[in-house]
Every structure is written in structure tokens, then in C-alpha cells.
């Protein structure tokens, strides 16, 4: 028997179990990825705010640190330099920036994919 144009081949049982197996899975992860993505979100514009902060406040949030070394009789005083840790403020705040933008591309593939999913499911599509 030859399919016409335009039919639909059709489906055994076996081959439909597994693809409503399959669709529940992409669905499932599809929630996790996009919740993920919302935390990424959330994380990315934290860090960005934290370390804009820290960058023009840098030199006066890491005073010296001091100690007593009792073995030597001797004390000792460490100064960080704020230009290093303005430049690790940076970058953390341009890595935060990606983190921005691999959210919102996973948001964007998987958004459209769930959406079908629940226009699927409620009857709509």
C-alpha cells in the first residue's frame, strides 16, 4: 500500500509510546533549563551590581591586614592593590555580562518549545 500526498503515515502504538516518553522528557528538561536560566538571570545581575559597586570602592572595602607572628616576634602588614582588584571587579562583571546573554539565548529556544507543549496540551493547537 502506497501513502498519498498529503496523508498521514500511520503510527503503531509502540512508536507513539515512545514519543510521548520522548515529549515528556524534552518538556521536563525544558523546565529545568528554563528555571535555570531565570536563576542565571537573577545571578548575572547580582554579580553585576556587586561588582560595579566594589570597583569604585575597592581601595577603602580592603583595608590593611595586620598580624603577630609569635614563632618570629614579629608583626606583619599586608596591603592588597586596588588596582588588581578593580580589574578582577571588571572582569567579573564582563563575565557576568555572558552569563546575561547565555540566559536569555536559552530562555529564547525554550520559551517558544514549552509554549507549544502547553497550547498542545490544553487543546488549542
Same mark, same amino acid.
Given at each position: ?8 503515515? @500511520?503510527?503503531?502504538? @509502540? ?15 525544558? *523546565?529545568?533549563?528554563? +528555571? ?31 598580624? +603577630?607572628?609569635?614563632?618570629?616576634? *614579629? +608583626? ?34 525554550? *520559551?517558544?518549545?514549552?509554549?507549544? +507543549?502547553?497550547?498542545?496540551? @490544553?487543546?488549542?493547537?
Amino acid at each position: 500500500m502506497v501513502a498519498q500526498a498529503g496523508s498521514i503515515p @500511520a503510527v503503531t502504538s @509502540a512508536e507513539m509510546s515512545k514519543i510521548i516518553v520522548h515529549q515528556r522528557s524534552i518538556k521536563s528538561w525544558g *523546565k529545568c533549563f528554563t +528555571y535555570f536560566a531565570y536563576f542565571m538571570l537573577f545571578a548575572s545581575w547580582m554579580t553585576l551590581i556587586a561588582n560595579t559597586i566594589s570597583f569604585f570602592f575597592a581601595d577603602k572595602l580592603m583595608p590593611p591586614m595586620n598580624w +603577630y607572628d609569635a614563632a618570629n616576634d *614579629k +608583626y606583619h602588614r599586608i596591603k592588597l592593590d586596588s588596582y588588581g582588584i578593580g580589574v578582577m571587579c571588571l572582569l567579573k562583571a564582563a563575565s557576568s555580562f555572558f552569563s546575561f546573554k547565555q540566559a536569555r539565548w536559552t530562555l529564547n529556544v525554550f *520559551k517558544p518549545i514549552l509554549k507549544e +507543549y502547553a497550547d498542545a496540551e @490544553a487543546g488549542r493547537t
